[in-house]
């Protein structure tokens, strides 16, 4: 787990509802992966 990782937890408990483009934007990640990193974290 690196300090990406951990800013999108953070959003995320920040906001558990938050949609993955606005995650994405949230840490300066694309999208796909946003979304990449996340499925990992689950």
Same mark, same amino acid.
């Given at each position: 787990m690196d300090?990406?990782?951990?800013? =999108? /937890?953070?959003? /995320?408990?920040?906001?558990?509802? =938050?949609?993955n483009a606005d995650l994405a934007r949230a840490v300066n990640l694309s999208e796909s992966a946003c979304l990449r990193r /996340?499925?990992?974290l689950e």
């Open positions: 300090d990406t990782d951990r800013k =999108m /937890l953070r959003a /995320l408990q920040g906001d558990g509802r =938050m949609t /996340l499925r990992a």
